[in-house]
């Protein structure tokens, strides 16, 4: 028997239909000598300092360095405790059980460094030493699971881009223990998370919008002048930028006196616009956040499913290229686009026998290449999944069209001593852009229509006047700008060629940088102000202690992301860069062990021993580790604040509170109070009673 372990239900039940397994069993699918089955994710994971022997927050601990990982089923929270998802122990059970069984399996997790990942740590986790092959697949369509099923892989072949994502995954634990159990000692309050990613990705954030705050617009003026020729009239803007209204309000009358402006210089230019590459993941992201304001996660989420719909390819890819016999595929796809609608016309139009090859280079895909639409066309979609397929699809059209020909109009003009500048632009070759129709973004001082214009015409002024500007600030980061800034190591760059040579120097990878995103929004570290990414006072605060630190070091994890990738390519090894990882952590311990974050400390006194105690999200906790007094702050689906919380401690009551909520529904007020014991339990008030007596009489 062959076992086929995928990373979802959804996908073992793709695989097993192929194979020939319809016998559905509990947590596999077997038939035709195959037993299909299905992890959840990451079923897997490195163990937290508890399992070390290491518990509470100590600064003699730090740093954590284990000298080998241990490995546990997936988490979940039981009461006060985390124990072993029971879902997960059964699922685990089952692939223990089937491994023992088979003669070889079949890797079908996804193809990427998770995927590799989800995999090797359940076969570590379960000792197996069943011999396993790789189905390396860039689509879930039945053609590409058949194909790839004929051409399966050796395991061994993938053990680099194992240790690359081993690195990382170790990487991210000693990185982040260390960094958040730093700062929540030395902070003496609250929950302070750091990250190998995440931090630097804050700082990104926090800098640009600090630099925004403190921008001091500068105001200056510009002489805004119309004129016309053969009835076509055009406005053209002073080259020079006056600093104060007197000195452009002088140069106005002067251009009003003079009554004409001259063409000095006149110059056309033929610009040849190429077609974009392919969409690599962050790339669709920035430009589904751009245009439609998504999420970086939502993207992802909806590029997911439409993968595991067949109508994509796989969407984690950092490539936006594909290989010559991918291209091979291409005027098939474009034929295809023929039957859909929205595109039907212009593939139709589209000549197959010389398509642009900008996005074919097989030196430049590594695991993956660019997102393509498959062979199969979605009927009924969504709103939002109909944007991200079109998306996909559309810019296969764009990308293997002709280049999109402008000519471009520049004209100097003088008057009175005055010059002034203009710009036009005619398309001569819609190109590639013929494929969305969508208007091309111009600039504020960009014009579009020039009448035919030659060195030495001498116009009317038709008016003049006199414009008040103000220089604006860098803006506040989006999710698309931030992708970008994540995607070259906080360069801007805008040359495409200069943001590709970077990518390997990123900070995250594109299967990860949402989800870094959506951390630091689940870590109330970020909040969303329409498309703006804005710091919150804890992301300031945090950003306040760690921006000259190397935690917050853009360059410095992007490098790290460099290393990784040649880890998985065999150029370095494993181990090295885990030494290097035990420094950093080691010196960024030390660093974050001597912070100090304002208004953090906590002046509440441990009423046992007397020791600070620490008030975190979800409970208050003495510091002392030998104490361990823990209170609660949800008591009867209520949330304690910070203040009912100090009270209960200090004075071992509080006031009244409203709203606890009773098991079978309704609510009801208490005091809380602790016992000897130090557990909090309700006090009520007594009621009062009507008073017995006389009783007013009418009079």
Request: overall charge neutral; glycine content about 8%; proline content about 4%.
């Amino acid at each position: 028997m062959q076992v086929i372990i995928a990373e979802k239900p959804s996908v073992a039940r793709e695989s097993a239909a192929i194979v020939g397994a319809t016998n559905r069993k509990d947590g596999f699918i077997e038939g035709n000598g195959y037993a299909v089955t299905w992890a959840f994710g990451h079923l897997v994971g490195l163990a937290m300092p508890q399992q070390y022997g290491i518990a509470g927050f100590r600064r003699e601990n730090l740093p954590i360095l284990p000298s080998s990982f241990i490995l546990l089923p997936r988490q979940v929270r039981e009461g006060k405790e985390y124990k072993a998802d029971p879902g997960v122990v059964k699922q685990l059970g089952i692939l223990r059980e089937l491994f023992g069984m088979a003669e070889r399996i079949i890797v079908a997790t996804d193809a990427g460094r998770e995927g590799e990942l989800i995999f090797r740590y359940i076969y570590s986790y379960l000792e197996c030493r069943t011999p396993f092959v790789r189905l390396w697949i860039s689509s879930l369509t039945d053609r590409a699971i058949r194909e790839g099923l004929q051409h399966l892989r050796p395991g061994n072949e993938y053990d680099n881009l194992y240790l690359s994502a081993k690195a990382r995954s170790e990487a991210d634990w000693i990185v982040g223990i260390n960094a958040s159990q730093a700062l929540a000692v030395a902070a003496g309050r609250g929950v302070w998370s750091l990250g190998r990613v995440q931090t630097p990705t804050l700082a990104i954030i926090c800098s640009r919008y600090l630099e925004n705050k403190a921008f001091k617009p500068a105001t200056y003026f510009r002489l805004k002048l119309s004129t016309a020729k053969e009835g076509t009239e055009f406005t053209v803007l002073s080259t020079e930028k006056f600093d104060g209204r007197e000195k452009a309000e002088a140069a106005r009358a002067e251009v009003i006196g003079a009554r004409t402006v001259r063409i000095v210089n006149v110059e056309r230019k033929e610009a040849r616009e190429q077609p974009p590459l392919l969409y690599d993941l962050t790339t669709l992201q920035k430009e589904t956040n751009s245009r439609y304001g998504f999420s970086a996660e939502k993207t992802l989420d909806i590029a997911q499913s439409l993968y595991e719909k067949k109508f994509i390819t796989y969407p984690r890819t950092g490539s936006r290229y594909i290989s010559e016999d991918v291209a091979e595929e291409i005027p098939a796809l474009i034929g295809n686009m023929t039957r859909y609608p929205r595109f039907a016309e212009y593939a139709g139009r589209m000549d197959t026998a010389s398509l642009s090859r900008r996005s074919v280079d097989n030196e430049k895909i590594a695991d993956h290449h660019a997102l393509l639409p498959t062979e199969n066309l979605p009927s009924e979609l969504d709103a939002d999944h109909r944007i991200v397929y079109e998306m996909v699809a559309g810019r296969m059209l764009e990308t293997f069209s002709g280049a999109c020909v402008k000519e471009n109009t520049s004209l100097t003009l003088q008057s009175a001593g005055h010059d002034f500048t203009a710009r036009g632009s005619i398309m001569v070759e819609t190109g590639w852009r013929a494929v969305l129709n969508e208007p091309v973004e111009e600039k504020e001082e960009d014009m579009t229509l020039l009448p035919d214009i030659v060195q030495g015409d001498e116009l009317p002024v038709k008016g003049c006047v006199t414009e008040q500007k103000q220089t604006r600030p860098r803006p506040l980061h989006t999710e698309s700008s931030l992708l970008a800034a994540m995607e070259t190591a906080g360069r801007e760059l805008s040359d495409e060629a200069e943001r590709e040579a970077m990518k390997d120097a990123g900070i995250g990878t594109p299967a990860t940088r949402a989800a870094i995103i959506e951390t630091l929004f689940t870590r109330e570290y970020v909040r969303r102000e329409k498309k703006s990414l804005v710091p919150t006072d804890k992301g300031l605060a945090v950003y306040a202690v760690v921006r000259d630190k190397k935690i917050a070091d853009v360059a410095m994890t992007g490098g790290w992301e460099l290393a990784l990738s040649k880890i998985a390519t065999g150029e370095m090894d494993a181990p090295t860069f885990h030494r290097g990882i035990e420094v950093f952590a080691s010196q960024i311990a030390k660093e974050l062990l001597e912070a100090r974050i304002d208004g953090a400390e906590s002046d509440t006194a441990c009423p046992r021993c007397g020791r600070p105690v620490v008030f975190y999200p979800k409970l208050a906790k003495c510091q002392n580790p030998d104490c361990g007094l823990t209170v609660w702050r949800t008591v009867a689906r209520k949330e304690l604040t910070d203040k009912q919380l100090a009270e209960l401690l200090t004075k071992g009551k509080t006031g009244t509170i409203r709203g606890f909520v009773k098991n079978g529904g309704g609510t009801f007020d208490a005091a809380l109070t602790l016992d000897d014991q130090f557990k909090t339990s309700f006090v009520f008030e007594p009621r009062d009673t009507p008073r017995q007596g006389k009783r007013n009489k009418r009079k």
